[in-house]
């Protein structure tokens, strides 16, 4: 568990010693259709479908979601084209399970912290293009009547082209997988 602590120490001990020289930026993000999202809806596909073949019961689902919110912090140090960046996502899921159509449902709630980098590949005045890589752990917990157990496991996310348009108060929009979602937008403040 220690060992999940030594990227954001690194975080912080870059944060602090280049304080002459960072530039920082804090986003928030709504986000849509999760990897999570995603990989619930395939194993859900994937057992019913199997099961329709060695059962009589009749098994279908759905699965609701609540969004996917993120919270990031972005330093830029002396090269302004790339960015160091951490992030907090929540996602909450509710799964219904109808078996010979009588529904059962529960939550997952998904809380992921994620560290890692933003590279900007044309920079203007007030606009951007960039991608990014970020790596990190996901706790997942349950409620209701399920027979899952709460676990953390690896969590990452892709930013396969992000827009970002503004200066110090800006929006960005961005296309990805992952943890925050295949599409996502948001605000952001620089300091």
Not at 44 to 61: G, L
Not at 154 to 167: D, K, L, N
Request: net charge neutral; charged share 20%; with cysteine.
């Amino acid at each position: 568990m220690k060992k999940i602590y030594l990227p954001f120490i690194f975080f912080i001990f870059a944060y602090s010693s280049n304080a002459q020289t960072r530039h920082v930026e804090l986003r928030s993000s709504i986000g849509f259709l999760s990897d999570a999202h995603f990989a619930t809806a395939l194993d859900k596909s994937t057992t019913a479908f199997f099961d329709a073949f060695f059962t009589k019961d009749q098994e279908d689902f759905r699965i609701a979601t609540s969004g996917i919110f993120s919270q990031e912090l972005l330093i830029t140090f002396d090269d302004p084209h790339l960015q160091l960046v951490g992030s907090y996502v929540y996602e909450q899921l509710k799964i219904i399970d109808y078996i010979n159509n009588t529904p059962s449902a529960y939550n997952r709630y998904m809380n992921t912290a994620l560290m890692g980098v933003h590279y900007n590949y044309v920079m203007k005045q007030k606009f951007s293009v960039y991608s990014g890589v970020e790596m990190g752990i996901r706790f997942n917990t349950y409620s209701d009547k399920t027979e899952q157990i709460n676990t953390r496991q690896f969590a990452y996310h892709i930013t396969g082209c992000g827009i970002r348009y503004g200066e110090t108060v800006a929006g960005f929009t961005e296309i990805g997988f992952g943890a925050k979602g295949w599409l996502r937008t948001g605000l952001a403040i620089s300091f």
